[in-house]
Structures are given as structure tokens and as C-alpha cells.
């Protein structure tokens, strides 16, 4: 079993509606968790984090997160074409950052 | 707003040459990390500092080394390219404000290997 697992994609919506987003990790110790977006042959850049549980919000995007369950999750509302791009999950866990597969986003116009 | 820096950003050369690739960044951090990723493939942690004089491998094998004189500067040597080695590399840096999850990201080094 992987450390961080991220749904597989690819994951297609129309333009509009809500993308979901999901990571799991196995290390019940982790303590933040971030999201990354990356452009087809760009390099990630940092999105949002979240350490507590509960909900996160910064304009369109929502991160989730369930400690209990070992989850976290991306919510994007009102998707975009531009929001087209695969999302990585990074989790800290002791003394490391470990990065999920990530799940590519393809919104549809 | 990070500002960390990759050279070449494309390179491309023959089997057997050794290259170095450049990183560097102007805001102090004392952490910083070189990923290899091929094209719509997950990323791969093959070094990383946690400040000067000090590297450790990563969890993917790699025949390259890496070097941590200046806080600065954390250049990835490869004593013999080879196609094997064709890939992306990216180098980010860490604030250590919120653990080590909180990357900047520099644009990478698209690499070709003939």
C-alpha cells in the first residue's frame, strides 16, 4: 500500500460543476496536508493546505480533511477549462513530505 | 513569492558527458530537493539538504550526486549521462514554516540524453 493514494483519472466535469478531488494516506500521524497543482509540463505549484479537520476554503477550492478517516480532499466549484491540470497531494509525515500519483483534471467547455 | 532558479531549462547531449544542473534560490531556506519526473508520471524524490553541507539520497535510486556549499546553491552532477537519464528535474525549496509539505517549485530542467 502507498503512503498517499489519489484517486485515479483521469477525472472529467463540465465547466461549471464541482471536481472532487481525493487523497488517502496510510500514517496516522500526519499533521498537514497540501495540494499542488501542475500544468502539463510545468512544475507544481502550491494551492492550499490544511492541518486541522474540517473545511478550508480560499475562493473556488475547498480542502477537506478527515483525520479520523485519513483523508483529504479538493473541492473546485465552478470548474474552469483553466483549471484543467493534474493535482498532487503532499502529506507531512515525521521528518519527510510524501507526494501522491496525482489525479489530472480535464474540464470540459 | 518564491523565487528559486533552474539552468539550462533544456538540455540536450550525448551519452557519457558530464553535466551539472543548476538551482538555485534568493530567500534563505535551509531546505531544499531535486526531483526527477518523466512526462505524466509521478514524482520522484532523489536528493534533498536540509541545509549547508548536508545532502541525503532520496527514495529513488540515482547515479547523480548533489552538492550543499552555499545555502544558496544545491547543484545536481551527473558524472556520465546516459538516455536512461532523459527526464525532467525539478529543484524546490522548503520555508520550514508549515513542515516539509510546502515546496517551491523551480521550472526544471528538461534533459535529452542521446
Known amino acids: 500500500q502507498k503512503e498517499v493514494e489519489q484517486n485515479s483519472g483521469p477525472l472529467s466535469v463540465p465547466e461549471g460543476a464541482i471536481a472532487s478531488l481525493n487523497c488517502t494516506y496510510s500514517?496516522?500521524?500526519?499533521?498537514?496536508f497540501f495540494w499542488y497543482r501542475q500544468y502539463s509540463g510545468k512544475s507544481p505549484e502550491l494551492i492550499m493546505f490544511?492541518?486541522?479537520?474540517g473545511d478550508k476554503e480560499d475562493g473556488r477550492f475547498t480542502a477537506q480533511l478527515n483525520k479520523a478517516s485519513q483523508y483529504v480532499s479538493l473541492l473546485i466549484r465552478d470548474s474552469q477549462p483553466s483549471d484543467s491540470a493534474t493535482y498532487l497531494c503532499?502529506?507531512?509525515?515525521?521528518?519527510?513530505?510524501?507526494f501522491g500519483d496525482g489525479t489530472t483534471l480535464t474540464v470540459k467547455p | 513569492e518564491a523565487d528559486i532558479y533552474q539552468t539550462p531549462r533544456y538540455l540536450v547531449i550525448g551519452t557519457g558527458k558530464k553535466i551539472t544542473l543548476e538551482c538555485s534560490q534568493t530567500?534563505?531556506?535551509?531546505?531544499m530537493y531535486w526531483y526527477q519526473q518523466d512526462p505524466g508520471m509521478e514524482l520522484h524524490l532523489i536528493h534533498y539538504?536540509?541545509?549547508?553541507?548536508?545532502?541525503e539520497k532520496g527514495d529513488l535510486s540515482s547515479e547523480s550526486t548533489v552538492s550543499r556549499i552555499r545555502t544558496e546553491h544545491f547543484p545536481l552532477t551527473l558524472e556520465s549521462a546516459r538516455p536512461s537519464h532523459t527526464s525532467q528535474y525539478l529543484c524546490?525549496?522548503?520555508?520550514?514554516?508549515?513542515?516539509?509539505?510546502?515546496?517551491?517549485f523551480g521550472p526544471g530542467t528538461r534533459l535529452t540524453v542521446l
Open positions: 503532499a502529506v507531512n509525515m515525521v521528518g519527510k513530505s510524501t
Open positions: 500514517d496516522r500521524g500526519s499533521q498537514s
Open positions: 490544511i492541518y486541522s479537520n
Open positions: 530567500m534563505g531556506h535551509d531546505k
Open positions: 539538504s536540509y541545509g549547508v553541507n548536508s545532502t
Open positions: 524546490a525549496s522548503n520555508p520550514g514554516l508549515a513542515g516539509p509539505g510546502e515546496q517551491f
